[in-house]
């Protein structure tokens, strides 16, 4: 099937850390973007706002604002791709977790909608050092995080997107697969904040902790007790070594090799993310 790039996409979570980024990749590839999100009107949680962002689109970009594994991930995909078929958008794109089997009843909600679907199955986020939860321990000074000292080949988020939109034009190429990305080589957590600390120039310290302590403090920051048991269990399998190995999926979409965790931190660290 040959490309088609007069596509209108509709990305979900449009002002998000990956939907802001597929948005901006898409119109570069030439795709017209419909954002999906509160401030367009588009909730996850009220069906009644499903039609009118999906109707005359071509392909969307599913992104669940909780995790993936959740059992509301599971419904709301399950129902939105149903929904997105009988409206005749066909193409959609699942944004899930490497090595996460909780985000499995999630893909498999896609799968049985009928849709000609895409998994992009993606490694620890880079951004997530530079963006949301992470950043403000880092600009005191300590991370604490349950990493341990397992190894991960963390991904550009950039490089998501740009595995997200190359999956879009490619007709049925990559319908009906699952593609795996990660970066090029593989960090623990404490090698990628030394390497934060040498990029932004100061002192950072790495604190392992378990996964039930971690959790204990994210309910101290408001955090529910039942997306603190889902965190748990999740922390608990996704990063027991399981995902120490490195992903083809950007050189698969893309013909190149992923973005370097130095290059990341160096661009970050340049736009002052990690000063104190």
Excluded: C
Excluded at 95 to 111: F, I, K, Q, V
Excluded at 192 to 208: C, D, F, M, S, T
Excluded at 238 to 248: M, P, V
């Amino acid at each position: 099937m040959t490309r088609k790039t007069d596509m209108t996409v509709v990305v979900t979570g449009a002002s998000g850390r990956t939907g802001s980024r597929v948005a901006s990749a898409a119109r570069a590839a030439g795709l017209t973007v419909r954002p999906a999100s509160r401030a367009q009107g588009f909730d996850w949680t009220d069906r009644s706002t499903w039609a009118q962002t999906l109707r005359d689109a071509d392909a969307a970009y599913l992104v669940h604002p909780g995790d993936v594994g959740s059992p509301a991930a599971t419904l709301a995909v399950g129902l939105l791709a149903h929904e997105a078929v009988s409206l005749g958008v066909r193409r959609l794109v699942l944004l899930s977790a490497r090595g996460e089997e909780h985000a499995r009843p999630t893909e498999e909600a896609l799968r049985e909608s009928g849709a000609d679907w895409t998994v992009v199955r993606a490694a620890w986020f880079m951004q997530n050092f530079s963006e949301g939860p992470l950043v403000d321990g880092l600009r005191g000074g300590e991370l604490v995080f349950p990493g341990g000292e397992v190894r991960e080949p963390f991904v550009d988020v950039r490089d998501v997107a740009d595995v997200v939109v190359g999956t879009l034009p490619a007709g049925d190429r990559y319908a009906g697969q699952s593609v795996t990305v990660s970066g090029p080589r593989l960090l623990s957590f404490g090698e990628a904040v030394a390497e934060i600390a040498k990029a932004a120039g100061r002192e950072l310290a790495y604190r392992p902790v378990s996964a039930r302590e971690y959790g204990a403090r994210l309910a101290g920051f408001g955090v529910s007790p039942e997306e603190v048991e889902l965190l748990v269990d999740v922390f608990d399998t996704l990063l027991d070594g399981r995902n120490a190995y490195l992903s083809d999926g950007v050189r698969q979409v893309l013909g190149r090799e992923p973005r370097d965790f130095a290059e990341f931190a160096a661009e970050a660290a340049a736009a002052g993310t990690w000063r104190g």
